[in-house]
């Protein structure tokens, strides 16, 4: 069991994040979709929705300066990639390359005291199907509600 043991079982216990994660992959088209606790140290699969084999699993870990969500989690901004190799900023990032996906989109999920929990986030090794802008409210919606939700537990993070 992880340190983190106690954010994934709280994410798990939000009974509509199976069906938002579902949601997300639907109207981006994109096979993988995760809820994410990421700290400075750390970036840690809360629950996901793997239809491509990414091969990701509740309470599995990847190394935080892998990640985007590293930069997410700095900044406070969300990142949308319709095609990493058609976006000059990310087409010679070291993270589309690592895990090898061409689509991608996440979202901080930040409590209702203003910490940052995690991120919102989805992938595809194919080209997103819609452009993202245009669903990124809808993945906002959601990271509202996995954080006010996560808020009334008790405030992890």
Request: proline share 4%; glycine share 6%; net charge negative.
């Amino acid at each position: 069991m992880t340190s983190h043991f106690s954010e994934v079982e709280a994410v798990r216990a939000i009974p509509s994040v199976d069906a938002m994660l579902a949601e997300v992959c639907q109207i981006t088209g994109m096979g993988f979709a995760a809820v994410a606790h990421v700290t400075s140290e750390r970036w840690v699969a809360c629950q996901v929705l793997d239809k491509i084999e990414f091969g990701l699993n509740p309470g599995d870990e990847l190394k935080i300066k892998t990640t985007i969500c590293d930069e997410i989690r700095a900044s406070g901004q969300a990142v949308f990639i319709d095609e990493v190799a058609s976006d000059p900023h990310w087409r010679a990032h070291h993270t589309p390359a690592l895990y090898g996906f061409k689509s991608y989109v996440s979202v901080p999920i930040v409590l209702e005291d203003g910490r940052f929990f995690g991120t919102l986030c989805a992938i595809d090794p194919a080209r997103s199907s819609v452009t993202l802008s245009t669903v990124l409210p809808q993945i906002e919606a959601h990271a509202r509600e996995i954080a006010r939700a996560l808020s009334h537990q008790g405030g992890h993070a």
